[in-house]
């Protein structure tokens, strides 16, 4: 059984652009909503591990995550200031702390929804705040991977509904060992 992997590098920004979601003027809304997304994995059976570009805004302090929303903030006016050839001036970057906590909230969902996706297939999320520390985080998946196990097992139920099923993975005797994978998946409706 081929079970696909995929590696997702993102920020998460496309999540607003899902159905379900506040519309975008500019783009309009794409034709799949979020529980699409995880429906879809659950079919594919595909395993998603997904790379954070900048901080972590998940599992953090309020107050560390404005700091890294104005980190990130001035950042991105320096990355726009350097393509159009502005001189970049820190000392005149004003903006409030209610900005800043629209900006890291929308950090954090986005970062939420992505690590979500990847827990639910079974796979893990990482952050890649800096440049150099990519052949680390892509090899860490990689040794991953090449440590998996594929158990198969032949379900009572033989029905082939295509409805969703619960899954519970444990070894017998080691409540300290811990499972990483599916605990769901959908059975292939029957061919007609």
């Excluded at 590098?9 to 652009?17: R, S, V």
């Excluded at 104005?70 to 200031?81: H, P, R």
């Amino acid at each position: 059984m081929l079970c696909p992997i995929i590696i997702f590098q993102t920020d998460g920004d496309e999540l607003f652009h899902l159905k379900k979601t506040v519309k975008d003027q500019r783009r309009g809304n794409l034709d799949f909503s979020f529980e699409d997304v995880l429906t879809a994995t659950e079919k594919t059976r595909a395993t998603i591990y997904t790379i954070i570009p900048g901080p972590s805004f998940i599992a953090i302090k309020k107050d560390e995550q404005l700091k890294r929303a104005k980190t990130l903030f001035e950042n991105n006016i320096k990355a726009f200031n350097e393509m159009r050839s502005i001189v970049f001036e820190p000392n005149k970057i004003k903006v409030s702390e209610k900005s800043l906590k629209l900006y890291a909230e929308f950090y954090r969902r986005q970062q939420w929804a992505i690590a979500e996706i990847a827990k639910f297939t079974g796979g893990k999320t990482d952050y890649l705040e800096q440049p150099e520390q990519a052949d680390k985080v892509y090899s860490a998946i990689l040794s991953e991977i090449n440590l998996r196990y594929i158990i198969g097992y032949y379900p009572t139920n033989q029905a082939r509904n295509g409805k969703k099923r619960e899954v519970k993975t444990e070894v017998r005797g080691h409540p300290e060992y811990s499972i990483w994978g599916r605990r769901a998946y959908i059975p292939a409706e029957a061919k007609k």
